[in-house]
């Protein structure tokens, strides 16, 4: 239970992908709740607790130092930094279903956060969307992990080394994709500098 908390609360910080090993960990402490006889509800409240307060620091990180990262890197992630405004709209319009429905995807999961403080969501409607996010995920992925414990509970470590194979490619994939924006950016920088 202490790693599906600990992995809960630091998800914002890690990468992308490895939100399918947090499942992992929540399905074997769904499995471990089976045998151990731990309370379904004590696992619940730790998951959304942790998940809330994840998404709370990475928020208040996005808050305090996003907002002067962004608008500097801004023409390198996006391209053009009149992005930038349509982003901070979206927010302003659609900012709490987005970080409501970040919550089921992975990938974006970990981004919700930090680009809702950085983008200048109010912190009232962050939080409001992320514990409803928090309190609709968590006993789905419990749910879903104590029927893979109950049910597939021999097949597990099958899916799990077939997973791993998926989050290393993808995670692969991810770089190759960052490398080459990165190089991409470059060079339009070289050639905006040599055209006179």
């Known amino acids: 239970m202490v790693t599906t ?10 990468e992308p992908v490895p939100a399918v090993d947090t499942s992992i960990a929540r399905e074997r402490a769904s499995t471990w709740l089976k045998t151990a006889g731990t309370s379904v509800f004590w ?3 730790v998951g959304i607790v942790s998940a809330v307060v994840g998404d709370n620091i990475g928020y208040w990180l996005g808050r305090r130092y996003g907002q002067t990262a962004l608008p500097r890197y801004a023409r390198w992630v ?3 930094p009149e992005r930038l405004e349509t982003m901070k709209a979206f927010v302003a319009r659609r900012g709490p279903l987005a970080v409501f429905v970040a919550r089921f995807v992975p990938g974006v999961r970990f981004t919700a956060g930090p680009l809702a403080g950085a983008l ?4 009232s409607s962050f939080l409001l969307a992320n514990v409803a996010g928090a309190v609709l995920y968590v006993p789905v992925v419990v749910g879903a992990g104590l029927a893979v414990g109950y049910g ?13 194979e998926v989050e290393r ?6 770089l190759v994709g960052i490398l080459a924006l990165v190089a991409l950016r470059i060079a339009q920088a070289v050639r905006r ?3 006179p």
């Open 120 to 123: 200048g969501l109010r912190f």
């Open 152 to 164: 597939f509970g021999a097949y597990v470590e099958r899916m799990r080394y077939v997973v791993g």
């Open 193 to 195: 500098r040599k055209t």
């Open 43 to 45: 696992v619940l409240v």
């Open 78 to 80: 996006l391209g053009h």
């Open 5 to 14: 908390m600990s992995q809960s609360a630091f998800d914002p910080f890690g």
């Open 169 to 174: 490619t993808v995670l692969l994939l991810v």
